[in-house]
């Protein structure tokens, strides 16, 4: 089992950053990627970052690419999300979830996975 704890979320200007914290914990967690998803109201969820525990590769949605980062400390069992020049359309909840399937293109449009955090919101006020 996995547990996933996502922190950071604000109010932020736009132009502004901000970066989320997922806290990963349980049994296991070499056989998981890991990836940020968001969810607006009246929105569609859209999978953003992912990073593999494999090999730290990762992927970014086209929305946030260039503007968002994904890291992870293991020795904190912990996965980042960096968000710099922040818009208004970033505003959503914030979800990080592991899936046993690899870090790809693909895994970013998956909507079932097999673990999710509650997530964390994010306004970027205009």
């Known amino acids: 089992q996995v547990q996933l704890v996502e922190s950071g979320g604000d109010l932020v200007q736009p132009g502004g950053s901000l970066r989320l914290s997922c806290a990963v914990s349980?049994?296991?967690?070499?056989?998981?990627?890991i990836g940020w998803f968001r969810q607006a109201p009246g929105k569609e969820r859209e999978g953003i970052s992912c990073?593999?525990?494999?090999?730290?590769?990762?992927h970014y949605a086209n929305s946030v690419k260039g503007r968002f980062t994904i890291s992870r400390d293991n020795a904190k069992n912990t996965v980042y999300l960096e968000m710099n020049n922040l818009k208004p359309e970033d505003s959503a909840l914030y979800y990080c979830?592991?899936?046993?399937?690899?870090?790809?293109?693909?895994?970013?449009?998956?909507?079932?996975?097999?673990?999710w955090g509650q997530g964390t919101q994010v306004t970027v006020s205009s």
């Open positions: 979830a592991a899936d046993r399937a690899d870090c790809s293109r693909t895994y970013l449009l998956l909507l079932i996975l097999d673990h």
């Open positions: 349980g049994s296991n967690l070499d056989g998981y990627d």
């Open positions: 990073i593999s525990n494999r090999d730290g590769s990762t």
